[in-house]
């Protein structure tokens, strides 16, 4: 493909509350067994994009953990391959990324040693899947500067908290507007966008010299008037794991078998991280419906409608419903969990009870290593 790829993975999201506070968004675990960013990077790789890239910042450790090798994407590649970039000091600027326009500008030396005519530029905590060829393909035909892409939501989405756009009868954009008070129309832009690297560049450097450090609003905001801007629709599955709310209703997607055969038996795949685990182990007593259990697993109580990350052990007499057990949990005997996302590492004590009520309760527990 003519182009590299830009994944913005460096932003804080306070909305997903506890959460967050020991991991970027983007190194969110998902469906089990992979990480929200691998979404982003498998479509990179599968459009045959060879030089990708991450801009991080925020809590990076883990994601850097994540990436540290790129072969799981099929970027260890002797022509281009994976970069991790994150702030550095250096003669001419002290700062932290500002913004999305200025973590491009901050590396704006990876743009101009490139070739590739165009950039692919994307978040890294959307879940979906996309042949960003089709976009290039649409982009080049449309004679545009920037092509966004954009999705219709149903009624049902608040769409206030993403950024609305609307079309003319030509998909060119006529209107952008970032977290409307009011939306005026239910399309939004899914934070991908295709344009000419050299325009990137000259757009950037303007961007730089007026101190403006924002992609959405000092870019495609300001510029909707006089570049041709125009909107792709995206008619597959997407989703912004934004809140803790989103988050927790996108694992819940991938318990429905078309979801699931969706993104995992269906070509292109999604790739990530492999770690050397043994398969799931359910002992006698133990019982398991409608729920994703993750390799290094042990389960001895009962499951339902659950997602169970990797190396979790269930203990005896235990009810997990309707609930989010990330990685490396130790649950003690008799335990009940209900409308829960219970965070990574945790040891819960035996005879514990938690269930979420109004809305989705995340447990945080640092115990020792109780067995009861």
Known sequence: MRAIGIILAGGNNYRMRELSKKRAVCAMPIAGSYRSIDFALSNMTNSHIQKAAVFTQYNARSL???????????????????????????????????????????????LKSSHEPYVVITSGDCVYKLDYNKVLEYHIAKKADITVVCKSMPP???????????????????????????????????????????????M????????RYD???????RYKNMKRIYGYKLKEYWRNIATVEDYFSTNMDF???????????????????VDDLPPAKYN???????SLISSGCIVNGTVENSVIFKKAYIGNNCYIKNSIILNDVYIGDNTHIENCIVESRDTIRANSYYAGTDDIK???????????
């Open 284 to 290: 006698v007593g133990s019982q398991v419906r409608n």
């Open 362 to 372: 995340i447990v945080l527990e640092r115990n020792n290593r109780y067995v009861m």
């Open 215 to 221: 992609f959405v609003k000092d870019i495609l905001i």
């Open 64 to 110: 850097n953990e994540h990436l540290n090798s790129s072969k799981w994407w099929d970027f260890g590649r002797k022509q281009g391959g994976l970069y991790v970039f994150t702030p550095a000091v250096t003669a001419e600027n002290s700062f932290w990324y500002r913004g999305t326009a200025d973590a491009i500008a901050q590396n704006l030396s990876f």
């Open 156 to 202: 049902e989405v608040n769409v206030e908290r993403f950024g609305t756009v609307r079309m003319n009868e030509e998909s060119r954009i006529e209107e952008f507007e970032e977290k409307p008070v009011v939306a005026r129309t239910n399309t939004i832009s899914c934070g991908i966008y295709v344009v000419r690297r050299r325009q990137l560049i000259e």
């Open 255 to 273: 318990l429905k078998p078309e979801i699931r055969d969706y993104f995992f038996k269906q070509y292109p795949d999604v790739y990530s991280r």
């Open 204 to 211: 950037i450097e303007k961007c730089l010299q007026e101190d």
